[in-house]
T-cell receptor
Framework: NAGVMQNPRHLVRRRGQEARLRCSPM?????VYWYRQLPEEGLKFMVY????????ESGMPKERFSAEFPKEGPSILRIQQVVRGDSAAYFC?????????????FGDGTRLSIL | AQTVTQSQPEMSVQEAETVTLSCTYD???????LFWYKQPPSRQMILVIR??????QNATENRFSVNFQKAAKSFSLKISDSQLGDAAMYFC???????????FGKGITLSVRP
């Protein structure tokens, strides 16, 4: 499967635990985006990364949330000390560089449930 | 700042009929791109169609076409010969050259009646 791979598909955490969401972009894509979808809502941008760089994190909550895209390995969205309000579907998308208006290809998402 | 508005939360269409989903947007950029994404119950995000703002010709992909009215900042999606598999949420999205994020509307739930 050459698409964007996200895992896990479903993640259950108790309040106060940490959640780690992983995203492997499509082959040849060096740009990764994370979006959050609350129930009955559209997707909201969180962060845009290139390899080893955070380009735009204007949509990230100031506390408890962090993202990285290391030189090797998948992009990670990390949520510390989760709360009930973090329950949502988290989508990763990737795109190739240097193509204006390049469509973003999405993974299947990770559904995070907080008990 | 960019905004995307989908004012109809739900629509219904009879199988084999045609339906149009509305979307308006706002941006101060002159270079931008518009997309429609489909999200079926499986929750995948599937790209349906893409439109470059500098192109006057409306994009078409098989049964899907758009009516792009740049002056009115309107970008509607027309689905012809609707099929049961078209039932899903549809999101309109805006991408500008100034930043790389997509700005999504709230979506519209389309149901298809057999």
């Amino acid at each position: 499967n050459a698409g964007v791979m996200q895992n896990p598909r479903h993640l259950v955490r108790r309040r106060g635990q940490e959640a780690r969401l992983r995203c492997s972009p499509m082959k040849g894509h060096s740009h990764v985006y994370w979006y959050r979808q609350l129930p009955e809502e559209g997707l909201k941008f969180m962060v845009y990364l290139q390899k080893e760089n955070i380009i735009d994190e204007s949509g990230m909550p100031k506390e408890r949330f962090s993202a990285e895209f290391p030189k090797e390995g998948p992009s990670i969205l990390r949520i510390q000390q989760v709360v009930r309000g973090d329950s949502a579907a988290y989508f990763c998308a990737s795109s190739p560089p240097t193509v204006p208006g390049r469509p973003q290809h999405f993974g299947d998402g990770t559904r995070l449930s907080i008990l | 700042a960019q905004t995307v508005t989908q004012s109809q939360p739900e629509m219904s269409v009879q199988e084999a009929e045609t339906v149009t989903l509305s979307c308006t947007y706002d941006t101060s950029e002159s270079d931008y791109y518009l997309f429609w994404y489909k999200q079926p119950p499986s929750r995948q995000m599937i790209l349906v169609i893409r439109q470059e703002a500098y192109k006057q010709q409306n994009a078409t992909e098989n049964r899907f076409s758009v009516n792009f009215q740049k002056a009115a900042k309107s970008f509607s999606l027309k689905i012809s010969d609707s099929q049961l598999g078209d039932a899903a949420m549809y999101f309109c999205a805006l991408h500008t050259g100034a930043n790389s994020k997509l700005t999504f509307g709230k979506g519209i739930t389309l149901s298809v009646r057999p």
